[in-house]
C-alpha cells in the first residue's frame, strides 16, 4: 500500500474480510487505526497500525485462497467465533485466513465459495451483477402451476418485489428457483407470502460454479472457475 485507502477497503486488501464485513466491524467498535476508534469511511496510510479486536492486521502479499465448501445444516456464515461458536470458519478450520462470499442462512445447506481475496468477494455481491444462484427447495404443500407462476413475477417482500426468476417444479413437494438478487432469507420469505413453509434448502449453483462435493466437504476451485468469477 502506497497511497491512503479506505479502512474496510485496507482490509479486504489485507485478506481479512469483505468489505461489507469490514463495515460491521467499524460499526461495532471493533476496529481501531494506531489504537483510535476510526470514522466510517476513514481512510489508512501506509504507516498507519490497524488492528481488529485489539490484534494487529498485518498486509501480507499472500496465495489467494478459492474454495467450493457444501454448508451442512446448522452452520452459521459468520467469522466471529465469539458470536456464534458453531461458525463456518472454525467448521472448515482451513490454515489461513478465510471468509463466506455471501451468507446461507444457518437452517441452509448447500454451495457457499470461501477466499482471502476481498475483492473478488465485492464483485460478486455487488447486485448490478445480477449473478445467478440455484437453489433446490423442498415445502410443506402440494406446489401448484400457480405458486410457481406468482415465485417467477416476484413477490412482495422487505419492502419492495421481487426480481423475476426462473422457477421449475420437481415433484409434488420440491422446485428448483434460480434467483439473480441476494435479499435476506429471500426464498423463504417468498415461500411464506404465499402461505408455504420451506422444510429444506439447498443451493446447487454460484454463476458458472456447481456443487459436487459432500456435505461439510470442500475442494479448491479450478483455475477455470476463477477466472470465471472474475468476469462480470
Known amino acids: 500500500m502506497n497511497q491512503p485507502i479506505r479502512i474496510n477497503k485496507f482490509l479486504s486488501q489485507a485478506g481479512y474480510c469483505?468489505?461489507?464485513?469490514?463495515?460491521a466491524l467499524i460499526k461495532e467498535g471493533r476496529v481501531t487505526i494506531n489504537k483510535v476508534?476510526?470514522?466510517?469511511?476513514?481512510?489508512?496510510?501506509?504507516?498507519?497500525?490497524?488492528?481488529?479486536?485489539?490484534?494487529?492486521?498485518e498486509v501480507k502479499s499472500k496465495e489467494k485462497i478459492y474454495l467450493a465448501f457444501n454448508k451442512?445444516?446448522?452452520?452459521?456464515?459468520?467469522?466471529?467465533?465469539k458470536v456464534e461458536k458453531?461458525?463456518?470458519?472454525?467448521?472448515?478450520?482451513?490454515?489461513?485466513?478465510?471468509?463466506?462470499?455471501g451468507r446461507l442462512d444457518k437452517m441452509s445447506e448447500g454451495l457457499i465459495l470461501m477466499t482471502n481475496d476481498g475483492e473478488?468477494?465485492?464483485?460478486?455481491?455487488?447486485?448490478?451483477?445480477?449473478?445467478?444462484?440455484?437453489y433446490i427447495v423442498k415445502v410443506v404443500k402440494p406446489i401448484t402451476n400457480q405458486f410457481i407462476d406468482k415465485l417467477s413475477h416476484g413477490v412482495p417482500i422487505l419492502d419492495t418485489v421481487t426480481r423475476e426468476c426462473k422457477v421449475e417444479?420437481?415433484?409434488?413437494?420440491?422446485?428448483?428457483?434460480?434467483?439473480?438478487?441476494?435479499?435476506?432469507?429471500?426464498?423463504?420469505r417468498m415461500c411464506e407470502a404465499?402461505?408455504?413453509?420451506v422444510t429444506k434448502l439447498k443451493r446447487t449453483r454460484i454463476k458458472h460454479i456447481k456443487l459436487d462435493v459432500e456435505v461439510g466437504q470442500y475442494r479448491h476451485l479450478t483455475s477455470t472457475e476463477i477466472k470465471g468469477l472474475q468476469h462480470q
Open 72 to 81: 451442512p445444516k446448522g452452520v452459521v456464515c459468520t467469522t466471529n467465533s
Open 120 to 134: 473478488i468477494v465485492n464483485q460478486i455481491l455487488r447486485a448490478r451483477h445480477h449473478h445467478e444462484k440455484e
Open 37 to 57: 476508534v476510526p470514522e466510517m469511511g476513514q481512510k489508512v496510510n501506509p504507516d498507519d497500525q490497524v488492528y481488529v479486536d485489539n490484534k494487529l492486521v
Open 18 to 23: 469483505s468489505r461489507r464485513e469490514a463495515d
Open 169 to 188: 417444479k420437481i415433484d409434488t413437494y420440491t422446485f428448483k428457483i434460480i434467483l439473480t438478487q441476494g435479499l435476506n432469507r429471500q426464498i423463504r
Open 194 to 197: 404465499l402461505d408455504y413453509r
Open 86 to 101: 458453531n461458525n463456518i470458519v472454525d467448521y472448515i478450520n482451513y490454515p489461513e485466513r478465510i471468509y463466506p462470499v
